[in-house]
Nanobody, 124 residues
Framework: VQLQASGGGLVQSGGSRRLSCSASGRTISRYGMAWFRQAPGKERDFVAA????????RYADSVKDRFTISRDNAKNTVYLQMNSLKPEDTAVYYC??????????????????WGQGTLVTVSS
């Protein structure tokens, strides 16, 4: 499966943005999906993950109650709705896929397919 992230851009603090991750090559219906982010000079960190059906989700504490991950298997797309954005949310956001995962993984090493990143810049 190939992943293509989009939707990044410049947004003001307190604003909202929705990222999309479109998959091609295979259906994502058997994949756990996740978003990670990497700020300048920092490591890539977990943001949110969702199981194959969309029933189970997990979030990093820093984004809980502000970000929502969802998926539309019919459209082969995963979304990240980001609300109440803060300058510290500025990063390159990556989507990732894990084939038939156990549970809802939150570690980088659990995901073996990655898309290119999309940059989100939050101005203060």
């Amino acid at each position: 499966v190939q992943l293509q992230a989009s939707g990044g851009g410049l947004v003001q603090s307190g604003g909202s943005r929705r990222l999309s991750c479109s998959a091609s090559g295979r259906t994502i219906s058997r994949y756990g999906m996740a978003w990670f982010r990497q700020a300048p000079g920092k490591e890539r960190d977990f943001v949110a993950a969702i199981n194959w059906s969309g029933v189970s989700t997990r979030y990093a504490d820093s984004v809980k109650d502000r970000f929502t991950i969802s998926r539309d298997n019919a459209k082969n797309t995963v979304y990240l709705q980001m609300n109440s954005l803060k300058p510290e949310d500025t990063a390159v956001y990556y989507c990732a896929a894990d084939y038939l995962p156990m549970g809802v993984p939150t570690t980088l090493r659990a995901y073996d397919t990655w898309g290119q990143g999309t940059l989100v810049t939050v101005s203060s």
